[in-house]
């Protein structure tokens, strides 16, 4: 289940189309064709032939994944993902009995003397009775709607990512949640060092230095990091000579993992137009007489692949 709160329903089906359109005829169509933004670009024959080749693959894909543009805020995201476990598993409940009690913590007896009983059923556990895997993404959360009952923002998302993601959907559900954040806009300001270098660790991606609020990694297994230096005017990151890569390049961080190593950097080749990232080799594997075609050459297989 996607949830898609920057982006509308249709953006999102575009991105696909041309994402498997480029995997099948290695063909790289800007999303202005599909939106008429460029009055240059247009779909011809060809083209139009191509899209509607992707019916079958389109098809699959979306019948796997549910695209949701209309819902903002958390209680209602928790409502939708809540129906669907029910759909497909079950929520068990046991019952418990206790004596009930005044507001002052004085008993409530019955006519003869002894304590008036209550009983309610208790959360237990929940069953999965499919063979699904569920996967909810909300992309991003600093776009998710107050709610009235708390008195502010802040706490509006603090109950979402520790009672709703947390507590619910991931431990007892069983559910992956994905929760994209941006990070907060003064990392976006290039600093300094009083030398006038630039600091790239400060600008690079951090758990301080999420965006709106920071306490959301608390509730994460793990966290991921994407850091675009050519953005900065970057020209060398991780001895990986980002001036010949430009806005293809992005380095991958893991900056929390409770299920094995973090800190660790991988440096990757990115297109936004067709929505793929690759690995890029070890960055002593550029350090040749002719580094600059080996950069050139290895990206142009990659945009070309």
């Excluded at 990232?277 to 002593?284: D, G, S, V, Y």
Aim: include cysteine; proline fraction near 3%; charge should be negative.
């Amino acid at each position: 289940m996607w949830f898609a709160l920057e982006e509308s329903k249709q953006e999102f089906f575009d991105s696909i189309m041309l994402f498997f359109t480029n995997e099948k005829y290695q063909k790289r169509l800007n999303m202005h064709i599909l939106q008429n933004v460029d009055e240059s670009l247009k779909l011809n024959p060809e083209i139009i032939s191509m899209l509607e080749s992707n019916e079958h693959e389109m098809t699959e894909f979306f019948s796997n994944l549910e695209i949701i543009d209309t819902v903002s805020n958390p209680f209602g995201i928790y409502k939708h993902c809540r129906a669907y476990s029910e759909k497909i598993g079950k929520h068990h409940y046991i019952p418990k009995q206790f004596e009930k009690t005044n507001k002052d913590g004085s008993k409530v007896l019955n006519l003869d003397g002894t304590p008036v009983i209550e009983s309610v059923d208790v959360y237990e556990r929940y069953e999965n009775t499919s063979n699904e895997h569920v996967i909810v993404v909300v992309d991003h959360i600093s776009l998710l709607s107050q709610e009235k009952q708390f008195k502010s923002w802040y706490e509006t998302i603090e109950h979402y990512s520790t009672e709703y993601c947390r507590k619910q959907m991931s431990k007892h559900w069983g559910f992956t949640v994905v929760n994209i954040q941006q990070q907060a806009s003064d990392k976006e300001k290039q600093q300094y060092t009083v030398k006038g270098d630039s600091i790239e660790d400060k600008l690079e991606p951090s758990l301080d230095g999420l965006g709106d609020i920071k306490i959301t990694q608390r509730d994460c297994h793990v966290v991921l990091g994407l850091f675009a230096p050519d953005r900065y005017g970057i020209k060398s990151h991780k001895d990986y000579n980002t001036e010949y890569l430009g806005d293809n390049y992005r380095s991958l961080s893991i900056l929390k993992n409770r299920y094995g190593s973090a800190n660790i950097k991988k440096g990757l080749l990115f297109d936004g137009a067709t929505l793929r990232f690759k690995e890029l080799p070890p960055a002593k594997e550029f350090t040749g007489f002719d580094a600059q075609h080996d950069y050139q050459k290895t990206l142009e297989e990659f945009l070309n692949s």
